[in-house]
C-alpha cells in the first residue's frame, strides 16, 4: 500500500519544476504538478487523531541544536518543539541512529519556500508530532540550498517512486541512510483526500517495529534500482552523438509543446527555463535562412516578451518571481531567486542583441537594478532569495505576496493626480489601473487562492501595449510612458513603507558565479561599465571569502555578518560541482567583459581542481560531489537535467570548449569530448531535457571562434572593435585580447598571439575558425559583417 498526502488546490508548491514539455522528466510525466506525492513499502493503514495545538511563540521556548546552525533555513526551526532532537547533517546523527536502531527521519527545504513555512507551522510546531519524532526516530534537517548533493540523492528517489517532487522533501531512512519512504508537504492530521503526517509516523513506527528486515530488504531493492537507473557513463560508446540530429529532436519536442498565445513550454506551473531560451536562439543562428530557424526565434522573444509583461515580472521593483502559477504569466509564485536573476538578465541581453529592440535591454537593466538594490551585500556578495511571504502590516501573519499586491483603491489614493489632455475625466491612478489590469474586486482568481488571502488583490500585469492604452485615451504614447513611469516609482516608494519579505542572506558560490555571468554579459552587451564593475566586485568577493588559497578549494556558502562582514560555518561547507562550473563560467564571461587576464587564470585553476575532485576517470562526466564529502550517501550523482538552473555538466562542457579556446590545450577538448559521449543515451533519449548539453554538443562538432582584437585596451579603436563584438550574438566564440606583451599570460597560452601584428598601428581584428584566419581587420563594421555571415 502507498501513502500519499495530496497538495492543496494551490497550484504554489515548491515545484523540483522544469518547465519542459511532458514526458521529458525521467520518470515522471507530472513532475511539475505536484509537490506531494509519497510512496513508500506496504504498511497498514492507521487511524486519525486531533490536531494538537501551536507550541507557544518563540520567546517561550529552548531552542534545539539547530540554533548553533548559521543557515536562515535551519534557523526557521531551531525553535520547534523542544523534545524534538532535530541534527543537521552529520555523522552524529547517524552513528545515534545505528546505537538506537532507529530510522532517520531527513527534512529538506529552504528558508524562502512557502510551503516550507506552512509544513513548520502545522506540522513541526505540533508538540505531539515532535513527541514522535524524539522518540521513534532521529530527525535530520538539511539546508537544501547548502547540501546539494543530499538534496538530488534523496529527490531521485522521491520523484523514481512517486508522481512528482519538490519542497519540503520528507524523507524515512534507514540508519545506513538508504530511503524507504518518501514525499513532500504533509498536513499534520488526515484530511479527506490526504494523509497526516502524524499518521504516516505512526505507520512507520509500528512497521519498523513489527517489519523492519522487510523495510530494509525492500530499501536496498529500491537503492540498488536507483544506481542502475542514475548511471551515466560512456559504456562502450566511442563518440557522442550526432549535434545536428539532437539539435532538430530537440526543437522538434520544444516546437510541439509551445504555448501559442503566452508563450512559454508548459500549461501551469511554468518557469521562465532561461536555458530553453538559449537553446532556441543558438538553433535560430544556425538556422537563420530556414523556416525552423525562424520559429525559433520567435518562440523565445515572445515567451520572453509575455514573461516581461506578466506578473510573474515585479513590475514595481523590478527582477522576476520564481513561476507563475497560471498559463498567462499572471500570478506567480511571489519568491524571487537570485539565479532566475541572473540567468533572465542573459537572456534579455541576448534578445536584444538579437531583434535590437530596447524593451529587452530595459529588462535586462531592470533586473540587475533590483538585483543591485535588494540582493547586493556589502562585501561584493548576493544573497540567495527574497521570500514570497510577509505580513501585510506589521504584526500580522505572513502572507503569500503581500509585499506585493494592490487594491484598486489603494492605487487611486496614491495617484490622485488628473491627467491634462485625456479625452475624457482621468487621473494616473485610473490611467495606471487600465494599463496594468487592475480592478475593484481584484485580479486574482479564486482558484489560485483558496486560502482567501489575496481577495481583492490585484498583480500587475500589463493588458495593453502604450499605443493602446495612448490611443484609449486620446494620448501621445510618449505621455503615457512618462505617466506609468511615475506612477509606478510613486508605488514602489509607498511600498517601502510595508513589512518587507525575508531575505535569505546566505550566499552560494555558484549562484554568485551565475550573477558574475549576468553582469558582465549584460554590461559588456549594452555597454555599460558599471555593470561590468558590479561583476568584477562579484568576482572578488568569491576569491576573498568563498575560495580557500591553501587547497585550491571553493567554499559552498558564507552568511551575511554585520555591516560588510560574512561568517562561514565551522567547518566550512566546501562547494560542490555546481560551484565550480558556475564560478568557471562567470570568471571567463568577466575576463571577456573586462580583459582582465588574472579572472582567466584564476578559472584555469578552478578547472584544474573541478578535474581533480568531480572527474570521473572511468565513466566520463563529472559528479555532482566530492567523493569524501558524499561518504555514506547511497548514490554519487551526475545531474542530467537542465532545469531552473542549467546542468553543472552542461555547464563545464562549455567551459571546457571556451578553456581550450583561451589556452589551446587538447586535455580539455579530449574531456568535452568523453563528458558529452557519456551523456549521450541521456541525449538521445530526450534530448529537450538537456538543452544546455545539446547546444555544447553543437559548439563542440563545429568548433568555436577565436576573435583576437591587437590593441590597447584602453584605446578608443580597441573598445570599438571590442563592443562590436560584444554586441552581436555570437555565442560560440572566446574573445582575446592581444596587447603586444609576449610575457602575458595569453601570449604564453598561445604562442601564435605574438606573431599578430596591428595593421598601419590602428586596432587589428582577427578571427580564427575552422583552423583558418581572416585578413586583418580594422573597421567595426567589416568586423560586423564577417560575423554576421
Not at 525521467?26 to 507550541?55: F, H, I, L, N, Y
Not at 543530499?150 to 529527490?155: A, L, Q, T
Not at 566586485?537 to 560588510?564: E, I, Q, S, W
Request: charged share 25%.
Amino acid at each position: 500500500m502507498s501513502h500519499s498526502s495530496s497538495s492543496p488546490p494551490k497550484h504554489k508548491g515548491e515545484h523540483k519544476g522544469r518547465g519542459l514539455p511532458r514526458g521529458s522528466e525521467r520518470g515522471s510525466s507530472t513532475r511539475d504538478k505536484d509537490r506531494s506525492a509519497t510512496v513508500s513499502s506496504s504498511m497498514p493503514a492507521g487511524g486519525k487523531g486531533s490536531r494538537s495545538s501551536s507550541a507557544t511563540n518563540t520567546a517561550q521556548k529552548v531552542p534545539n541544536r539547530l540554533i548553533n546552525e548559521k543557515s536562515p533555513y535551519l534557523l526557521q526551526h531551531a525553535y520547534n518543539p523542544v523534545d524534538w532532537c532535530m541534527y543537521p547533517w552529520g555523522q552524529e546523527a547517524f552513528d545515534k541512529a545505528k546505537k538506537e536502531n532507529k530510522p532517520i527521519f531527513l527534512s529538506v527545504g529552504y528558508s524562502t519556500c512557502h510551503w516550507c513555512h506552512m509544513m513548520e507551522e502545522e506540522t513541526f510546531q505540533n508538540e505531539e508530532i515532535g513527541r514522535l519524532l524524539s522518540e521513534d526516530f532521529i530527525s535530520v534537517k538539511v539546508d537544501r540550498e547548502e547540501r546539494p548533493d543530499v538534496d538530488k540523492v534523496y529527490m531521485t528517489f522521491v520523484q523514481a517512486t512517486s508522481s512528482g517532487g519538490g519542497w519540503p522533501m520528507n524523507v524515512w531512512l534507514t540508519p545506513s541512510l538508504q530511503p524507504f519512504v518518501g514525499g513532500t508537504y504533509f498536513p499534520p492530521e488526515d484530511g479527506l483526500t490526504r494523509v497526516g503526517f502524524r499518521t504516516v509516523l505512526l505507520r512507520i513506527r509500528e512497521q519498523w517495529k513489527q517489519n523492519k528486515n522487510t523495510l530494509l530488504e525492500s530499501s536496498q531493492r529500491v537503492t540498488t534500482a536507483l544506481l542502475a537507473r542514475s548511471e551515466i557513463s560512456m559504456g562502450d560508446r566511442q563518440a557522442p552523438p550526432s549535434a545536428a540530429t539532437m539539435n532538430s529532436r530537440c526543437f522538434q519536442q520544444l516546437d510541439e509543446g509551445y504555448d501559442e498565445e503566452h508563450g512559454g513550454f508548459a500549461e501551469a506551473p511554468k518557469f521562465p527555463t532561461p536555458v530553453i531560451l538559449s537553446f532556441l536562439f543558438s538553433y535560430w543562428l544556425g538556422h537563420r535562412l530556414a523556416q525552423d530557424g525562424s520559429r525559433a526565434q520567435q518562440m523565445a522573444l515572445h515567451t520572453l516578451k509575455m514573461m516581461a509583461n506578466g506578473g510573474i515580472r515585479d513590475h514595481v521593483g523590478q527582477g522576476f518571481h520564481r513561476y507563475s502559477t497560471d498559463r498567462q504569466w499572471h500570478v506567480p509564485h511571489f519568491e524571487k531567486m537570485l539565479y532566475d536573476q541572473a540567468q533572465l538578465a542573459v537572456s534579455y541581453s541576448q534578445a536584444f542583441q538579437i531583434s535590437g529592440d530596447e524593451f529587452y535591454s530595459d529588462v535586462a537593466k531592470g533586473i540587475l537594478q533590483y538585483v543591485s538594490r535588494s540582493l547586493s551585500h556589502r562585501s561584493g556578495g548576493f544573497c540567495s532569495a527574497e521570500d514570497a511571504d510577509s505580513p501585510p502590516e506589521r504584526g500580522m501573519r505572513p502572507r503569500e505576496g503581500a509585499f506585493y499586491v494592490w487594491t484598486a483603491k489603494e492605487v487611486q489614493r496614491l495617484l490622485p493626480e488628473p491627467v491634462a489632455g485625456a479625452t475624457e475625466p482621468l487621473t494616473s491612478g485610473q490611467l495606471l489601473t487600465k494599463h496594468y489590469g487592475l480592478t475593484e474586486a481584484g485580479n486574482i482568481n479564486t482558484s489560485q487562492d483558496p486560502k482567501g488571502e489575496l481577495q481583492g488583490q490585484n498583480v500587475l500585469t500589463v493588458r495593453y501595449s502604450l499605443e493602446l492604452t495612448a490611443a484609449r485615451f486620446g494620448l501621445e504614447v510618449e505621455a503615457v510612458r512618462s505617466l506609468l513611469t511615475a506612477g509606478l516609482d510613486k508605488l514602489f516608494q509607498a511600498r517601502k513603507q510595508r513589512p518587507k519579505p525575508h531575505l535569505d542572506s546566505k550566499m552560494l558560490a555558484a549562484w554568485n558565479g551565475l550573477m558574475v555571468s549576468g553582469y558582465a554579459v549584460t554590461g559588456a552587451v549594452l555597454g555599460v561599465d558599471k555593470l561590468v564593475h558590479c561583476a568584477t566586485n562579484g568576482a572578488k568577493f568569491l576569491k576573498r571569502h568563498m575560495f580557500d588559497v591553501a587547497t585550491g578549494r571553493l567554499k559552498r556558502t558564507c552568511y551575511a555578518g554585520t555591516g560588510a562582514t560574512v561568517e562561514h560555518s565551522e567547518p566550512p561547507c566546501w562547494g560542490f560541482l555546481e560551484d565550480y562550473a558556475f564560478v568557471v563560467r562567470g570568471l571567463l564571461d568577466l575576463y571577456e567583459a573586462s580583459q582582465e587576464s588574472a579572472w582567466l587564470e584564476w578559472a584555469l585553476r578552478l578547472q584544474d581542481t573541478q578535474d581533480r575532485l568531480f572527474w570521473d576517470s572511468q565513466g566520463g562526466g563529472y559528479f555532482c560531489s566530492e567523493a569524501e564529502l558524499g561518504a555514506g550517501l547511497p548514490l554519487r550523482v551526475k545531474d542530467d537535467q537542465d532545469g531552473a538552473e542549467p546542468s553543472a555538466n552542461s555547464v563545464a562542457a562549455h567551459n571546457l570548449l571556451r578553456l581550450h579556446g583561451f589556452t589551446g590545450h587538447k586535455d580539455w577538448l579530449d574531456k568535452c569530448a568523453c563528458l558529452l559521449t557519456a551523456f549521450s543515451e541521456r541525449m538521445r533519449r530526450v534530448p529537450v531535457a538537456l538543452p544546455e548539453m545539446v547546444r555544447a554538443l553543437s559548439a563542440h562538432q563545429q568548433g568555436l571562434k577565436q576573435i583576437v582584437i591587437c590593441g590597447d585596451a584602453q584605446a578608443k579603436d580597441t573598445r570599438a572593435l571590442l563592443q562590436c563584438v560584444h554586441s552581436l550574438y555570437v555565442p560560440n566564440k572566446v574573445l582575446i585580447l592581444a596587447d603586444g606583451d609576449p610575457s602575458s599570460f595569453l601570449s604564453r597560452q598561445l604562442p601564435f598571439l605574438n606573431t599578430l601584428r596591428r595593421l598601419e598601428d590602428r586596432a587589428t581584428a582577427y578571427v580564427y575558425e575552422n583552423q583558418a584566419c581572416s585578413m586583418p581587420i580594422t573597421e567595426p563594421c567589416e568586423l560586423r559583417k564577417l560575423l554576421l555571415q
